[in-house]
C-alpha cells in the first residue's frame, strides 16, 4: 500500500472527496441470488448440500436460509470465492468467514442474517439516512440495503485515507472483502492486545475519525472492538451502522464513538477526553504537508507495536 507513514500504517487520502450525501442508490429488489433459490437447479441443490455439510457451517446451516446459500453460491460463480473456510466470529447480526478468493488471496465473508437481526437497532441508525426512504419496516430489504451500505462506506473510507479492508463484492445479505490478517494468524482487536505505543495508536485512531468525518461519515459504533491491527497495521472495520454527517443524531453518534475511543486510551494511561477528541475530528484538517511532518514526528517517538495477550480466539 502506498504512502505509509510510522507506526500502525497511517495511509494517505487518494482523493479529497466532497463532503455530502451523494450515494449510489440502494437498490434492495430481489436479485439474482433470490432466482436462484426460487430455481433450485440441481448445480445449486448440489452446492447447497456440500455447504450445509461441511465441517464449519454446520451449525449455522439452521440459520442460513436458501437465499443466503444462493448468495454464497453467486459469488462463487462470479468467482469472488473460491473455498470456504472456518469461522472468524459469530456476531449479533452477522457471522464472519474465512475463505480463499482467487489466487489463493484470503478473505473474511460477512453473512448478515435476515431473520434474527436487531431491527430496532438498526432503525436508530436508518432513520434521517435519505437512502432509507420507502424502505419501511420490511426486515430483508433493511439488512440488504445495510449490507450494500457496508459496501458503499468501505468504499468510501478507504478513499478517504482510512484503513479498511478492501471492499471485493456484496451478494444479497453477504459482503465478501479482504481479510485482514491470515487464517493461522488473525488479526487482533485493539481490546485483545498490549498497546505498547497508546500515543501513536491514538494518534492514527484520532486521524482517521477525522478523514472518516471530513468525508462525510461518522463510524457510529467505533470502540477497542471495531479497531483491529495486524502487523502494526490498524484497520477500522464494522462500518455497516455508518451515518452521514448529515443525519439527525450525528452529534450524538459522534460523541459516543470519542467517548468509547478516548475512555479506552485513558485506560492505556494517555490523558484524553471524549471532548478533545470530538474537538480534533471536527476541526478542518490543517495543511497536508504540515500534517504530514507532525505525524511523522510524532510516530517517531515511540518504540515496539503491540504484542497479542490471548490465543483464546474469537468468542
Ligand atoms: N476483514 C476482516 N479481516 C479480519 N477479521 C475480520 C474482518 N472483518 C471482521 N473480522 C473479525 O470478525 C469480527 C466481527 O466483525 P464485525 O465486522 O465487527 O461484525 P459484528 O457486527 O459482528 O461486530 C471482528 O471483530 C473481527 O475479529
Ligand atoms: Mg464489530
Known amino acids: 500500500m502506498s504512502g505509509e507513514r510510522g507506526e500502525f500504517g497511517l495511509t494517505d487520502p487518494e482523493e479529497s472527496d466532497v463532503p455530502g450525501d451523494e450515494w449510489e442508490e440502494l437498490d434492495v429488489s430481489d436479485d439474482e441470488a433470490d432466482r436462484i433459490a426460487r430455481r433450485q437447479d440441481h448445480a445449486f441443490n448440489q452446492f447447497r448440500e456440500r455447504i450445509k455439510n461441511t465441517e464449519q457451517f454446520k451449525v449455522e446451516a439452521a440459520v442460513f436460509d436458501d437465499a443466503t446459500l444462493a448468495a454464497l453460491y453467486k459469488l462463487v460463480q462470479d468467482g469472488h470465492i473460491a473455498a470456504f473456510g472456518g469461522p472468524v466470529s459469530t456476531g449479533k447480526e452477522a457471522n464472519v468467514y474465512e475463505a480463499l478468493g482467487d489466487d489463493d488471496h484470503e478473505l473474511a465473508v460477512k453473512v448478515y442474517r435476515i431473520n434474527t437481526s436487531n431491527f430496532r437497532q438498526m432503525r436508530d441508525y436508518l432513520e434521517g439516512d435519505p437512502r432509507f426512504e420507502g424502505?419501511?419496516?420490511?426486515?430483508?430489504?433493511?439488512?440488504?440495503?445495510?449490507?450494500?451500505?457496508?459496501?458503499?462506506?468501505?468504499?468510501?473510507?478507504?478513499?478517504?485515507?482510512?484503513?479498511?479492508?478492501?471492499?471485493?463484492?456484496?451478494?444479497?445479505?453477504?459482503?465478501?472483502?479482504?481479510?485482514?490478517?491470515?487464517?493461522?494468524?488473525r488479526a487482533r482487536r485493539l481490546a485483545e492486545v498490549t498497546v505498547e505505543n497508546p500515543e501513536t495508536a491514538y494518534e492514527v485512531v484520532r486521524e482517521y475519525m477525522r478523514r472518516l468525518y471530513s468525508a462525510g461519515l461518522i463510524h457510529g459504533d467505533l470502540s477497542e472492538y471495531n479497531l483491529i491491527i495486524h502487523e502494526g497495521e490498524l484497520f477500522v472495520i464494522d462500518l455497516g451502522q455508518a451515518i452521514t454527517v448529515h443525519h439527525p443524531n450525528a452529534d450524538d453518534f459522534l460523541d459516543r464513538d470519542c467517548r468509547n475511543v478516548a475512555s479506552f486510551f485513558s485506560r492505556q494511561g494517555l490523558d484524553v477526553t471524549g471532548d478533545d477528541l470530538h474537538e480534533y475530528v471536527t476541526r478542518p484538517e490543517p495543511e497536508p504537508s504540515a500534517d504530514a511532518e507532525s505525524v511523522e514526528a510524532e510516530s517517531t517517538h515511540s518504540a515496539g507495536s503491540t504484542t497479542g495477550t490471548d490465543a483464546t480466539g474469537e468468542e
Do not use: S
Open 135 to 185: 424502505i419501511g419496516g420490511d426486515k430483508k430489504a433493511v439488512v440488504l440495503a445495510w449490507v450494500r451500505k457496508e459496501f458503499a462506506t468501505l468504499r468510501r473510507a478507504k478513499r478517504a485515507g482510512v484503513r479498511v479492508p478492501e471492499p471485493i463484492a456484496v451478494q444479497r445479505n453477504v459482503l465478501v472483502m479482504d481479510l485482514v490478517g491470515h487464517a493461522d494468524d
